[in-house]
């Protein structure tokens, strides 16, 4: 079965830090994979996607991520977060047959 | 509002409660799941139906029984149920078990007590 591996579980930074969190994945396959995230009290909701193509995905709120297919890794980026960047993040991978999520990283960003 | 809707949003039940938590999805997708939502743990898959009909049941303990009467409405009915159940309980969907994401409810928050 696949895994999917996010190294952060809480990460605290000032506003205008720049952020990375890290995911790897097991599998060695064809995949599709998502960043989701889950704002305070709110739903699980798509951040970012990577189907193919270039590896250098764009989404939503100036996050991106990047498609590393030798690392099995698939990390978000911002370069500068706001306050309201606050929230849980989710990974997620699928190989067709199922979806496999990360443990999730809290982010929490001081003003 | 993302398409899928849960209720309630919130629940407490006791023990010997029979309840059930109602998830409807309006996207037209042919799978829906249940996922359970622990705090510090992993979301945990509970229950997969696609064309409304169950293809994963992932280890979960028979106090939980899931209902898929049609493609756009999902149930998960909870009877003497532990305090340990107490969690968020997420429902999703998707188009063809996911290949293109799923979609999130905003889940129903419960306490057994």
């Known amino acids: 079965a696949q895994s999917v591996s996010q190294h952060n579980h809480h990460v605290i930074l000032s506003e205008a830090a720049s952020l990375e969190l890290g995911c790897n994945y097991s599998?060695?396959?064809?995949?599709?994979l998502f960043w989701y995230v889950q704002y305070p009290g709110q739903h699980l909701q798509l951040l970012l996607k990577?189907?193919?193509?270039?590896?250098l995905v764009k989404g939503i709120k100036g996050f991106e991520a990047e498609f590393i297919k030798s690392k099995f890794s698939f990390n978000l980026r911002k370069p500068s977060v706001q306050w309201s960047d606050t929230a849980e993040y989710f990974c997620?991978?699928?190989?067709?047959?199922?979806?496999?999520f990360g443990t999730g990283t809290s982010l929490t960003v001081i003003p | 509002e993302t398409g899928v809707t849960q209720t309630p949003r919130h629940l407490v039940m006791g023990m010997t409660n029979k309840k059930s938590l109602k998830c409807e999805q309006h996207?037209?997708?042919?799978?829906m799941y249940w996922y359970k939502q622990s705090a510090k743990k992993p979301l945990e898959l509970m229950f997969v139906?696609?064309?409304?009909?169950?293809?994963e049941n992932n280890s979960v303990p028979s106090r939980f029984s899931p209902e898929c009467p049609n493609s756009s409405h999902l149930f998960l009915h909870l009877h003497t149920l532990q305090p340990e159940d107490s969690a968020l309980y997420l429902c999703?969907?998707?188009?063809?078990?996911?290949?293109?994401?799923?979609?999130f409810g905003s889940g129903t928050r419960l306490t057994v007590v």
């Open positions: 999703a969907s998707s188009q063809d078990m996911g290949w293109d994401g799923y979609t």
């Open positions: 599998y060695g396959g064809t995949v599709n």
């Open positions: 990577y189907f193919s193509g270039d590896p």
């Open positions: 997620a991978v699928t190989d067709g047959n199922q979806f496999y």
């Open positions: 996207l037209g997708h042919n799978a």
């Open positions: 139906y696609s064309l409304e009909e169950r293809v």
